[in-house]
């Protein structure tokens, strides 16, 4: 089994900066791939950046690229999502994700186990 714990969503004002945190339990997590996804209401899920737990190889999706950043501590089993310069467009529920496949994929159903989902509210 592997639990996934999303915390740090809240309400800030355009220009402004999130952290959000992931903690991970249940297996060691070195062979796998970690994502975060968003959600915003009437919007399907969109991908936004992954990481390796192995080598740190990371990627991102255009919308985000120079204004998050992805990182994550091993020995606390914890992944993050540095949020700058937070645009109205970026206010969804935001999702940590597992996948425990090589490739870096930018599809949902490619992630095996999902966190709760927190709510990043973004107002001009």
């Known amino acids: 089994q592997v639990q996934l714990v999303e915390s740090g969503g809240g309400l800030v004002q355009a220009g402004g900066s999130l952290r959000l945190s992931c903690a991970a339990s249940g297996r060691t997590f070195s062979n796998y791939v970690m994502g975060w996804f968003r959600q915003a209401p009437g919007l399907e899920r969109e991908f936004v950046t992954a990481i390796r737990w192995s080598g740190g190889n990371t990627l991102y999706a255009d919308s985000v690229k120079g204004r998050f950043t992805i990182s994550r501590d091993n020995a606390k089993n914890t992944v993050y999502l540095q949020m700058n310069n937070l645009k109205p467009e970026d206010t969804a529920v935001y999702y940590c994700?597992?996948?425990?496949?090589?490739?870096?994929?930018?599809?949902?159903?490619?992630?095996?186990?999902w966190g709760q989902g927190t709510q990043v509210t973004v107002s001009s």
């Open positions: 994700a597992a996948d425990p496949g090589y490739y870096m994929s930018r599809l949902p159903g490619s992630y095996d186990y």
